[in-house]
């Protein structure tokens, strides 16, 4: 890790008085940061890319440009202040655009006279898609506005459109050694998109009439043709993962029916009124980075509810948030619940505003908001600021996510058995439980109203279940089931089983 002088600076989190809290988290403000070390760095997981811990987020006035807003100027900042991150959607209007004009100052175009590759590799640029399938499953449709946000017809269609807006004419064509370094499949929100995203990618047929996203995109990572999708064997992009603002059971199951280590990364909506949803920070978050992949948050504002916009999805310049914070909720804490959640890597921040001027400079401020250490917060700490959180909009604020569950049981659980001899031995499988307000700490295993073991809670990194086998010591049946118990000492029970006696 870099910048140790700055690393080791701990900004706590006064737990005393709410006030108090504020005031220290926005303490020293009045410093430069241009003249300041160059912002701290995390190795973004799997990956080994040394990642900014603030990233530029897509939206905000990159998207719903404000009058007198110059979206441009806002890229170079951020890369003159040494962001390396950059976060954009083929469903952000404008955005990719305006990384392109953007990028052609910059010289990271290839093609261009003084191309500058090594810059180039210094940046981790990522787009993301919301078309599910690669080849069949909808109306084939010609792109006819490349810049509006309109979409095409399948997810390769908006790899080459992404190319083609930051790197390209604009139009559908772009250089060759034009890449992006992630394309994530963005806003997951059933388990139906994500079979269809699986769709074709254990079994590749060019034949077939549906084939799903992922199978594509690997092939444009490799360079392979096994979907007969890119017959130009093209390298396009170097990393694959996702996006989720609402259901982490979804996220889960999506991460779980991963075999081959294809997903890199995740995006997922992660802030401090996250607790008062069905939450993020304690089930997939502890998934993704068991599977170590690079983890970014965003929503860490939820999306400006936080702050002066509405609780519902942006989509128009109003809704674009350009104050600095409010006197009843500063910025920085917020930024610093989100980046001390262990397990995430950086946070993408969509920018309303930049200016010469600190105080009155978003990208700046959070910038400096963004220098804290993995899991530099105090649970003490983080309770504070959720404090603060949930008196605004009455703890309303993430529109965008599932509601509320408490502790759910372990699902799909199953017995069976078999004899060696006079051996007898009983097999108990169950699926993963979900956390409710609090991580969960153990899982217990009952037979006969008796507790047979207990074992630390560990995520389920694939759509093989748990596993304990047991040995009765006798031929009668017997019934199990299975125990949660959370870090609150609070506990769900799966429906029992009945294990047939054997002769």
């Known amino acids: 890790m870099k910048n140790s002088a700055r690393m080791n600076r701990r900004t706590f989190v006064k737990t005393s008085a709410l006030a108090a809290a504020a005031a220290t988290l926005t303490s020293g403000l009045g410093n430069g940061l241009e003249s300041s070390p160059r912002p701290m760095k995390r ?45 954009t959607s083929n469903l952000y209007g404008p955005s990719q655009a305006n990384l392109g004009r953007a990028f052609r100052i910059m010289n990271l175009v290839p093609g261009q006279a003084v191309y500058d590759e090594k810059l180039r590799s210094s940046i981790f640029l990522t787009s993301k898609t919301h078309l599910r399938w690669a080849k069949g499953e909808g109306e084939v449709k010609e792109v006819t506005n490349w810049t509006n946000g309109e979409q095409g017809s399948h997810t390769i269609d908006d790899l080459h459109r992404s190319l083609s807006l930051m790197f390209g004419d604009g139009k559908g064509n772009y250089p060759q050694g034009a890449y992006l370094d992630m394309m994530l499949i963005h806003n997951l929100n059933t388990r139906e998109e994500v079979d269809a995203l699986y769709e074709g990618l ?21 360079g392979t043709n096994l979907t007969g999708l890119n017959p130009k064997n093209e390298k396009l992009i170097r990393h694959i993962g996702f996006s989720g603002h609402y259901d982490p059971s979804v996220m889960m199951y999506m991460i779980r029916r991963d075999r081959t280590n294809l997903l890199d990364a995740m995006l997922v909506a992660i802030n401090a009124n996250d607790k008062l949803m069905f939450n993020m920070q304690y089930n997939v978050i502890p998934l993704a980075s068991a599977k170590n992949m690079g983890i970014i948050a965003m929503k860490v504002f939820a999306d400006g509810a936080m702050y002066t916009k509405p609780a519902e999805w942006s989509n128009n310049p109003s809704h674009v948030v350009r104050t600095m914070s409010s006197e009843s909720l500063p910025s920085q804490p917020l930024i610093r619940y989100s ?61 965008f996510q599932n509601s509320a569950r408490p502790l759910m049981a372990p699902s799909e659980l199953t017995v069976s058995q078999n004899k060696e001899g006079n051996s007898r031995k009983a097999f108990v499988h169950w699926d ?26 560990a995520p389920q990194v694939s759509m093989d279940p748990f596993i304990l086998t047991d040995f009765p010591g006798n031929h009668a049946s017997h019934t199990y089931y299975v125990r949660v118990v959370d870090a609150k000492n609070r506990t769900a029970d799966s429906a029992p089983v009945l294990l047939p006696a054997i002769g």
């Open 432 to 457: 993963t439980a979900y956390a409710g307000d609090a991580p969960i700490s153990t899982y217990e295993i009952w037979r006969d109203e008796q507790k047979i073991k207990e074992i630390p809670f």
């Open 339 to 399: 980046l001390a959640t262990p397990g995430v890597h950086l946070a993408i921040i969509g920018i309303g505003q930049i200016s010469d001027r600190k105080e009155e400079c978003q990208l700046s401020n959070n910038l400096e908001a963004a220098q804290v250490l993995p899991g530099e917060l105090s649970e003490a700490e983080r309770i504070a600021i959720e404090e603060m959180t949930a008196k605004v909009k009455e703890g309303k604020t993430n529109y």
């Open 202 to 222: 254990d079994h590749p047929d060019p034949s077939a009439e549906r084939i799903g996203a992922l199978a594509a995109l690997r092939d444009y990572r490799d």
């Open 43 to 87: 190795v973004f997981g799997k990956l080994g890319f040394e990642v900014t811990t603030l990233g530029l987020g897509g939206q905000a006035s990159l998207q719903w440009t404000p009058e007198g807003i110059d979206p441009v100027k806002i890229i170079l900042k951020a890369f003159d202040l040494g962001i390396n991150y950059f976060n």
